[in-house]
C-alpha cells in the first residue's frame, strides 16, 4: 500500500491493472479499449502496462470494445473497458448484450453530456441512458472511489451469486483530470481480494448455443434470474465491504451514504461529486440554523430502494440533485426516488451542473433557501450555475 | 367471428388471412388479421388469424376458438389444429379427397374440400416444392362464406394480388362443401376441453418447464424439432431405366454388369451377364452395340466400350453358372435350329430346368455364328466357351439332324413345345442379266463354305455387292482367302450402311475399297463372270426403314472382276414348315388353332442382329412356357423413352476420358490368316468410364450435399435417409451425378 | 469412382464426429447456408472450435433456448460484432495456450453492410480468426431486404424494382488488408471449397472466405436447384472463385466459360431477377471487366516472385 498522486482516470487505469494481474491465476485478462474525450487517459495507462496473461485490444468503435470484452468475458477472462458519453451510446447495443449475456465485466464511464451540440463536460445522463441495461452501476464521489469501487466492481459482479456486469460512472474532469492522493494498493493485496474468476457459463467446448432465441416464457424466467441477481447485490456488496476492509484496511462507500440526517429536516439526495458540494451546503445551512442534511446515492442500479426510504424517514422536505435532464420529465434520479421520501414530505426536483457547470456549495445553500421556502413542490427547476 | 388458418412457411397462411379481412372489410365489416411469427421457415407449421365483426375489433388476442378454419396442407389436420372449433363451425381443407371424408373424419364439422395444391400449381404460384396456395383457397373461403365475387376480386386487387385471381375463381367454381355429420354420443373428438384452472401445484404435464438461469447452462441438447413434418416431397433410392439397358436387344442389364466389373471383377460380371445370355464370349465380340448408341457418355467423350468389356468379362471369368430357377414341373422342349436365338431359348428354358433338346443341321453347333461369321471376329474357341456353357445345363444337342417337314410334324406332338429358330437362311437373288454365270455366288454360301470347309483359295479382283455385316465378311475373308483385290459396291452411301462401323474401318485399313451408290445391273462374261455392270445411284426420300430410297440413274460404269459374292440380304425359309402351319405373330397356327410351337429369332422378327436373336429367344422360351400354363410373366423390352435423360446427368463432375480401344494386330498382318483381328481391351479400366445412369454407385454427391446432413450410410454400405428430419428440397436429386434417386411426394 | 470431383471428401479423417448444424435446425429446405456447414463439418476434424455468429438466418437456425442446433459451441453475437467478439475469444485461447480455433459465420448482412468496420478493423490487426461470409445476397432472415451484396437487377422487398448498383468487391476488399487469404469458394465445386476450408483453417491470422449461398426463399427459386445455380455463376463468370494469398498473389481456381447461355439460364431460374428489370448484356459487361481485372491480378502475382533491382545509391542518412 502506498499513496500516490494522480488523476480518477489513472486511478480506475491501475486499478484495472490490477484486477487484471489477479487473474493470471485464472484465464487471465482482456479488453478492448476506443478513446473518447475525457476517458482516454485511463485506456492510455492501460495499454502501457504490461499485464501477465493480459491483453487489450485496441479496436474502432466503443461497440467493438464492448464486443471484445463479451469475448473474452465469454471465454472466462476477466474483462474491462472505459468509455464515455456518446461513445457509450454507440456502445448501447453491447452494453445491453454484456448484461444478458450475464458477464461479469467491469466498465468505467466518464460521465460526459450527451451531444450534439458539443461539450465535454460533467452530466449523468450518459450512463443513466444505460441503467436498463442488466448492470449495476455505481456513482464515484472521489479519486480514491475509482480505485476501491472499481476493485469492488469486480468483485461483486464475479461473485457467483451475482454475475452480472457492472459499470462506474465518475465526474468528467471534476474527477477524471484532477490529481489527488490515493492508496495505492499492492498487487498481493489485490491478489487476496480477487479471487480468479470461475465463470460458471463460459463458452467450452462443449455444443451449445449462447444468447440464441428466447421465447416469451423464457424471457420472463431469464428477466426474472436476472432480477434476483441484482437484488442479491446488497448482501453480496456488503459482504466484499467487510472483504475489502479485511484487506486494505478501509472501507469503501455504502450504497447510500448520509450526512449529518439524523436530526434533519431537510434533505439533499445527490450523486457524484455533487454529494461533496452538498455536504459543504448542508455545513452552511446548519451554521445558519437550518437543520439541512444530505444522502448520496452510491449505488444506483439495483437501486437501494430500502436504504433510501431507511434515510429520509422523519425528513420534511427533500431536495432530489440531479445532473441530467429526461426531457419531458425530469431529473432521472428524482424520477426514481421521489416516492421513497415520507409521504407528507415535500420533494423538490433541482437540476445543477448540467453540461458540466460548476456546482458551488452557494448553488446548493440557495436551494436549500428555496426548498426551505416552498408551500408545495413544484415541477422540476434547472437551476443555472454558469 | 374468427377463423384461423393452419399452414406452412412459405405457404402464404398470413397473406391468405388478409385477403380474408380485405374481403370483409369490404363489405363494411370491421376486421383484423394477424400472424404467428416465429423462427421457423420455409414449411414449418405456422397459424394466421382474421377477426371480423360488426362492431368495433378490441380484442388483440390469437383466436383460439375459431368459426372456421382453413387448413392449407392435410397434413396438419389433427388435434392441435382442430382444438377450439366451435360446433357446426366450417372446416376447410386443402385436399384432393371428397369434404364427405372429412364429415365422417370429424363429426359436428361442415367440412369443405378443394385441392388447391393442384390449381395453384397450374397457375404457377410458387415452386415445384412449396406451392402457394393461399390465393387459392381464399377463393374457396369466399364461396363457402357467401361472399360475392366482385368482392373477392376487389379484396385481390386492393392486396395487389390481381394476378392470382383466376385460381382463386377457379377455386370458388370448384369447391364442395359437405353436409355435416351429426357428433357421436360419446367424448366430442373436436372441440378440446377449456384449459384447466391452474392450481398452486399444477400438474407436471401442464406445467412449463422450468427455464435454468443463463449461468447455469453449459450445454444445448438438441432441438429434436422434427422438420421432417415440413416437407412435401421426401427422396427416395430407386434404380432408374438406364439407357443401355433400355437400348440392349438382348434384355441385358448393362449398366449393372459393368458397374459390377468396376467394382467386384469380373465373375460378379459374369453373373450378371448370365442372368440374359449364355453368348457374352460371342456378343462381346459381334454385337453392334446398341447399348453403346444410347449411351450417355456418347456426345460427351464417346460412349462407353460395352462390348469391349462383355468380351473382357467372357475372357477373363470362369464360364457363369447362371443362378438357376428350378421349376416344379419339368416339360420337354425342342429347339430347332442352335444359332443365337435358338441356344438363347434352350439355355432359358434348361436353366429352369426343363428337359430342352436342341436340333440343328449342321454337324456343328452355332448356326450363323459359326456358318455366317468369320474366324477372324469370332474364332471357334469364343463359341464354344457358350456353348460349353450351355451344354453344361443339360441340353441335350442334336447335330447333323436337318429337320423336314414331317419331322416338325412330329417334334410337335412328341414335345410338350417346340421353338423354332431357323434364321434366314434364304439369301436375296440379283435379278439381272448375267447373274448364273459361275463366279457369281452368294455370300452366305462362300462364308459357309470358308467357315467349315478350311483350305479355299481365291484370286483376282473379287466384289461384294452389299452393306451389311455379311457384305464385309464376305469382302474381309475373301482377302483372307486370297483375293488380289476386293471391292465392295453399295447402292447407299456410307452412312446409310448397315454394318457396324468398326467393321467398315477395319475393312478400309485392311485394303477394302468401297464404290458408294453404286448399283448393279448386270453381270458381263461368257461362262464364268468377268465384268460388272453398275449404274450410278441418287438418293432420294426417306424410304420405310428411314433411309433415303435409292434412285437408280442411266449413268453406267464397268468394272472387270474375277468373283462376285452377294450380300442382298436374307429372308426366312418358310419352306421347311409343314404346308398346313401357319405362322402368326411368332406362333404356329393349323386351320385357326394355335399349335404349342413358337418361332423365334430371325425366323419371327427378321430383325438380323445376333444381339436381338438372343432376346427373342429368351422372350420366347419364357411365351412358349406361359403358354404351357406355367405362371411367368411375359418379357417385355423397356421403353427407351423411360431411360434417364442426358439433361439429368451431372457431367460437370465427370472428367472428359475418351473410351478405351481394342487392341488390334496390324491390317498388313490380320489378312495373312484367320486369327482374330481384336485382341480386346488392355485391361478392364474402361468400365470406370460407366456413368452408371440411374443407379447409385454410393458415390457420397448427395450425402456431402444434404443441407441437414442426414443420408448415413447403413452398416451394409447403402444409404439411408432420415425421414424424421429430411425437409424435402430435393437437392440430393439434383446433384446426383447419375439420377438415382427420386422424389414421391 | 470416376467422380474425380468428389475424390475421398466424405468419410474421412478430417470429419468433425459430430455435424456442426445438427438435423432439427430450423433453415429453410435447401438453404446453402446449411451446405456450407456441412462441408465445414468435414473440414475441421476433431479439433476444437468456436464461432461466432452474428444475428441472421445462423443463429435463429439454433432453434430456441435452452436447445441448440449447433452440434459445437457458439456464440450468437450481435449483428455488428461477430468479428470483435471473436477477437476476445481468440485471444483467450492464445493467452491460455488452448488450440481452440474461433470462426465467425456471418450473412452478408453482417459482413458487408453493419459488421464491414468491425471486420476491417479485426483483419487490419490481424486477429487469429477465421471469418466466413455466407452470402445469400439478401437480409433474408428479416424477410429479403437489399443488402450491399445483393446484384444488380434483384427484387427485394426494398428494391422493388430491382437494385440499380452492383455488389462489394468483398474478397478484394478484405484481401486489400493484406491478410493471409483470402478467397472465394463455390459448393459446387467441392474439390477446391474442401481444399481452401483444409487450407484456411490451418492458417494462423486473419483468414477469410467467402461462399455464395442460394436461398430459394430470397432468389425464388426451386430449392433444389441451388447447387446447379451455383454451377452457372461460376461458369458464366458471375461468380469468380479465386484465393489471394497475403493481399497480392491472386490465383483463379476455376476458369469460367463466359457462357452467355449459363449467365441467362442462371437469371431465368431466379424469379428475383425480372426480365424486363435487368440486362444481361450490361451483367455481361460488367463480368467483361471484372476479369480483365482479375487477369490482370493473377498475372501481376507472377512478377511479384521476381526479385526487385537492388536499391540505388546509399541509404539516407538520418
Known amino acids: ?386 | 367471428m374468427e377463423i384461423r388458418i393452419h399452414g406452412r412457411g412459405g405457404q402464404g397462411g398470413v397473406t391468405c388471412a388478409k385477403i380474408l379481412a380485405a374481403a370483409y372489410a369490404r363489405m363494411g365489416k370491421s376486421v383484423q388479421a394477424f400472424g404467428d411469427y416465429a423462427a421457423e421457415r420455409s414449411g414449418a407449421p405456422i397459424r394466421a388469424y382474421t377477426r371480423v365483426s360488426d362492431a368495433p375489433i378490441t380484442n388483440r388476442n390469437k383466436v383460439y376458438h375459431p368459426d372456421h378454419l382453413l387448413v392449407l396442407d392435410p397434413a396438419l389436420l389433427g388435434e392441435a389444429s382442430l382444438a377450439g372449433l366451435a360446433e357446426g363451425g366450417s372446416l376447410l381443407i386443402n385436399s384432393p379427397d371428397p369434404p364427405e371424408r372429412f364429415a365422417e373424419r370429424f363429426p359436428g364439422t361442415r367440412p369443405a374440400s378443394l385441392d388447391c395444391t393442384a390449381i395453384a400449381r397450374r397457375h404457377g404460384i410458387g415452386t415445384r416444392s412449396v406451392v402457394i396456395v393461399n390465393t387459392t383457397i381464399a377463393g374457396a373461403f369466399a364461396r363457402t362464406q357467401g361472399i360475392p365475387l366482385e368482392v373477392l376480386e376487389g379484396a385481390y386487387e386492393d392486396l395487389g394480388l390481381a394476378g392470382d385471381l383466376p385460381a382463386a375463381l377457379e377455386a370458388y367454381a370448384a369447391v364442395r362443401i359437405a353436409e355435416p355429420r351429426p357428433r357421436a354420443a360419446v367424448a366430442g373428438a373436436v372441440a378440446s376441453p377449456p384449459p384447466a384452472p391452474r392450481t398452486v401445484a399444477p400438474a407436471a404435464s401442464t406445467a412449463p418447464p422450468p427455464v435454468l438461469a443463463l449461468t447455469a447452462h453449459t450445454e444445448g441438447p438438441e432441438t429434436g424439432l422434427k422438420t421432417g413434418d415440413w416437407r412435401s416431397q421426401l427422396p427416395r433410392f430407386v434404380r432408374n431405366l438406364a439407357p443401355c439397358n433400355a437400348w440392349c436387344p438382348a434384355g441385358i442389364d448393362v449398366v449393372g454388369f459393368v458397374q459390377a466389373l468396376a467394382r467386384e471383377g469380373p465373375e460378379a460380371a459374369a453373373g450378371i451377364l448370365a442372368e440374359a445370355t449364355p453368348l457374352a464370349s460371342v456378343c462381346g465380340r459381334v454385337c453392334p452395340g446398341f447399348c453403346m448408341l444410347g449411351c450417355n457418355r456418347r456426345d460427351y467423350d464417346g460412349a462407353v466400350n460395352v462390348r469391349g468389356l462383355e468380351r473382357w468379362v467372357a475372357d477373363h471369368a470362369p464360364i457363369a453358372r447362371a443362378a438357376e430357377q428350378p421349376t416344379a414341373q419339368p416339360r420337354r422342349l425342342a429347339v430347332v435350329g442352335s444359332g443365337p436365338a435358338g441356344l438363347s431359348a434352350a439355355y432359358a428354358l434348361a436353366r429352369q430346368g426343363h428337359r430342352t433338346e436342341l436340333f440343328e443341321g449342321e454337324s456343328v453347333l452355332g448356326g450363323v455364328l459359326r456358318t455366317g461369321i468369320p474366324g477372324y471376329r469370332l474364332p471357334d474357341a469364343a463359341l464354344e466357351r457358350d456353348l460349353q456353357g450351355i451344354l453344361d445345363l443339360g441340353v441335350e444337342a442334336h447335330t447333323g439332324a436337318f429337320l423336314g417337314q414331317a419331322d416338325l410334324e412330329r417334334l410337335s406332338q412328341d414335345f410338350d413345345a417346340v421353338i423354332l429358330a431357323t434364321g434366314l437362311q434364304q439369301a436375296r437373288d440379283l435379278d439381272i442379266p448375267g447373274s448364273e454365270l459361275a463366279g457369281v455366288e452368294q455370300g452366305i454360301a462362300f462364308l459357309h463354305r470358308s467357315n467349315l470347309e478350311p483350305g479355299a483359295r481365291l484370286t483376282g479382283h473379287v466384289v461384294v455387292l452389299g452393306g451389311g455385316n455379311t457384305a464385309m465378311d464376305c469382302a474381309r475373308s475373301a482377302l483372307r482367302f486370297g483375293a488380289d483385290r476386293v471391292t465392295v459396291a453399295y447402292r447407299r452411301g456410307r452412312s446409310e450402311m448397315p454394318a457396324i462401323r468398326e467393321e467398315i474401318e477395319e475393312a478400309m485399313e485392311e485394303g477394302v475399297t468401297f464404290r458408294f451408290l453404286q448399283a448393279p445391273v448386270a453381270f458381263v462374261g461368257e461362262d464364268r463372270v468377268t465384268g460388272l455392270e453398275l449404274a450410278e445411284v441418287e438418293l432420294g426420300p426417306p424410304d420405310d426403314s428411314g433411309r433415303r430410297r435409292p434412285l437408280v440413274t442411266e449413268r453406267r460404269s464397268r468394272i472387270a472382276c474375277d468373283h462376285v459374292l452377294l450380300a442382298l440380304g436374307q429372308s426366312p425359309d418358310l419352306a421347311l414348315l409343314p404346308e398346313d402351319w401357319k405362322l402368326q405373330d411368332g406362333r404356329a397356327f393349323r386351320s385357326g388353332e394355335a399349335l404349342n410351337v413358337f418361332a423365334s429369332g430371325d425366323l419371327s422378327t427378321g430383325a438380323g442382329t445376333v444381339t436381338h436373336a438372343i432376346g427373342d429367344g429368351r422372350r420366347v422360351a419364357r411365351q412358349a412356357l406361359i403358354a404351357l400354363g406355367e405362371a411367368l410373366e411375359p418379357l417385355t423390352r423397356p421403353d427407351r423413352a423411360d431411360a434417364v435423360p442426358r439433361e439429368r446427368i451431372r457431367f460437370d463432375y465427370f472428367a472428359r476420358r475418351s473410351p478405351a480401344q481394342l487392341r488390334q494386330a496390324a491390317p498388313a498382318e490380320r489378312i495373312g490368316g484367320f486369327d482374330e483381328v481384336s485382341q480386346g481391351l488392355p485391361d478392364a479400366s474402361e468400365a470406370e468410364r460407366c456413368l452408371s445412369c440411374g443407379s447409385c454407385t454410393y458415390c457420397d454427391t448427395c450425402l456431402i450435399y444434404c443441407p441437414e446432413g442426414i443420408i448415413h450410410r447403413e452398416p451394409d454400405g447403402t444409404y439411408a435417409i432420415d425421414a424424421e428430419y429430411c425437409k424435402g428440397c430435393g437437392i440430393c436429386l439434383s446433384v446426383c451425378p447419375r439420377c438415382g434417386l427420386e422424389m414421391v411426394t | ?318
Open chain 1, 1 to 386: 500500500m502506498s499513496t500516490q498522486l494522480m488523476t480518477a482516470n489513472h486511478a480506475a487505469g491501475l486499478a484495472a491493472t490490477l484486477a487484471g494481474r489477479a487473474n493470471r491465476r485464472g484465464r487471465g485478462f482482456g479488453s478492448g479499449v476506443y478513446p473518447i474525450t475525457p476517458q482516454t487517459e485511463c485506456i492510455e495507462f492501460l495499454c502501457k502496462q504490461d499485464i501477465e496473461k493480459g491483453h487489450v485490444v485496441r479496436v474502432e468503435s466503443e461497440h467493438s470494445a464492448m464486443a471484445v470484452c463479451i469475448g473474452f468475458s465469454m471465454a472466462g477472462l476477466r474483462a474491462y473497458t472505459a468509455s464515455s458519453s456518446n461513445g457509450l451510446a454507440y456502445m448501447t447495443e453491447n452494453v445491453f448484450a454484456a448484461g444478458f449475456y450475464r458477464l461479469p465485466i467491469v466498465m468505467m464511464a466518464v460521465n460526459r453530456t450527451m451531444g450534439p451540440p458539443w461539450n465535454i463536460w460533467v452530466d449523468h445522463g450518459d450512463t443513466l441512458m444505460l441503467r436498463d441495461a442488466g448492470w449495476i452501476q455505481l456513482y464515484c464521489e472521489d479519486n480514491q472511489d475509482l480505485m476501491d469501487l472499481s476493485l469492488m466492481c469486480f468483485r461483486v459482479a464475479e461473485d457467483p451469486r451475482i454475475l452480472v456486469p457492472a459499470m462506474l460512472g465518475q465526474d468528467a474532469f471534476v474527477l477524471s483530470h484532477t490529481i489527488m492522493q490515493i492508496e495505492v494498493p499492492d498487487q498481493a493485496q489485490v491478489d487476496r481480494f480477487l479471487p480468479p474468476l470461475d465463470l460458471p457459463h463460459r463458452l467450452t467446448d462443449q455444443p451449445r448455443t449462447v444468447g440464441g432465441l428466447d421465447f416469451p416464457h423464457e424471457i420472463e424466467q431469464h428477466r426474472e434470474h436476472h432480477a434476483a441477481a441484482m437484488n442479491r447485490v446488497f448482501e453480496v456488496y456488503a459482504e466484499a465491504q467487510d472483504a475489502f476492509e479485511a484487506v486494505f484496511g478501509r472501507r469503501p462507500a455504502d450504497p447510500v451514504v448520509p450526512y449529518r440526517l439524523d436530526d434533519a429536516e431537510l434533505a439533499l439526495v445527490s450523486m457524484g461529486t455533487t454529494a461533496s458540494t452538498a455536504r459543504a451546503a448542508v455545513d452552511e445551512a446548519r451554521r445558519k440554523g437550518i437543520r439541512a442534511g444530505s444522502l448520496r446515492v452510491n449505488l444506483f442500479r439495483p437501486f437501494p430502494e430500502r436504504q433510501l426510504a431507511a434515510q429520509l424517514a422523519g425528513i420534511e422536505r427533500v431536495a432530489i440533485l440531479d445532473r441530467d435532464l429526461s426531457p419531458g420529465m425530469g431529473g432521472i434520479l428524482w424520477g426514481e426516488s421521489r416516492a421513497l421520501a415520507p409521504r407528507d414530505a415535500l420533494v423538490q426536483n433541482y437540476m445543477l451542473g448540467l453540461g458540466g457547470g460548476d456546482v458551488r456549495p452557494e448553488h446548493l445553500v440557495a436551494v436549500i433557501d428555496d426548498l426551505a421556502g416552498l408551500e408545495r413542490a413544484g415541477a422540476p427547476i434547472i437551476q443555472e450555475v454558469a
Open chain 3, 1 to 318: 469412382m470416376n467422380e474425380p470431383a468428389l475424390g475421398g471428401i466424405a468419410q474421412r479423417a478430417q470429419d468433425r464426429p459430430e455435424p456442426i448444424l445438427r438435423p432439427g435446425n430450423t433453415n429453410c429446405g435447401g438453404c446453402g447456408m446449411s451446405i456450407g456447414w456441412q462441408f465445414l463439418s468435414r473440414a475441421v476434424a476433431h479439433e476444437p472450435i468456436q464461432i461466432v455468429i452474428p444475428a441472421c438466418c445462423g443463429i435463429v437456425t439454433a432453434g430456441p433456448y435452452p436447445y441448440s442446433a449447433y452440434g459445437a459451441p457458439i456464440l450468437a453475437s450481435t449483428f455488428a460484432s461477430a468479428a470483435a467478439m471473436a477477437t476476445g475469444l481468440s485471444q483467450a485461447a492464445r493467452l491460455n495456450g488452448e488450440a481452440t480455433r474461433v470462426l465467425c459465420w456471418a450473412g452478408d448482412g453482417g459482413t458487408y453492410d453493419i459488421g464491414m468496420a468491425t471486420l476491417s478493423a479485426a483483419a487490419e490487426r490481424n486477429e487469429n480468426i477465421l471469418y466466413i461470409c455466407y452470402d445469400n445476397e439478401i437480409y433474408g432472415n428479416t424477410g429479403g431486404q437489399r443488402s450491399s451484396a445483393t446484384p444488380l437487377g434483384a427484387v427485394t422487398t426494398t428494391t422493388p424494382i430491382g437494385k440499380e448498383v452492383g455488389k462489394k468487391d468483398i474478397v478484394g476488399i478484405m484481401a486489400a488488408h493484406g491478410i493471409a487469404y483470402a478467397a472465394s469458394l463455390s459448393l459446387a465445386h467441392p474439390d477446391d471449397a474442401m481444399r481452401k476450408f483444409r487450407h484456411c483453417l490451418d492458417l494462423e491470422g486473419f483468414r477469410f472466405l467467402h461462399i455464395l449461398s442460394p436461398c430459394p426463399t430470397g432468389w425464388k427459386s426451386e430449392p433444389a436447384d441451388g447447387v446447379q445455380l451455383l454451377r452457372l455463376a461460376v461458369s458464366s463468370g458471375l461468380y469468380p472463385v479465386i484465393e489471394v494469398f497475403d493481399g497480392e498473389r491472386t490465383v483463379i481456381n476455376v476458369e469460367p466459360s463466359f457462357s452467355y447461355e449459363d449467365l441467362a439460364t442462371y437469371f431465368a431460374a431466379q424469379a428475383r431477377f425480372k426480365r424486363e428489370r435487368y440486362s444481361l448484356e450490361a451483367v455481361a459487361a460488367r463480368i467483361q471487366r471484372n476479369w480483365r481485372r482479375l487477369r490482370v491480378q493473377a498475372a501481376a502475382s507472377a512478377a511479384l516472385a521476381e526479385p526487385l533491382p537492388e536499391p540505388a545509391g546509399a541509404p539516407l542518412a538520418v
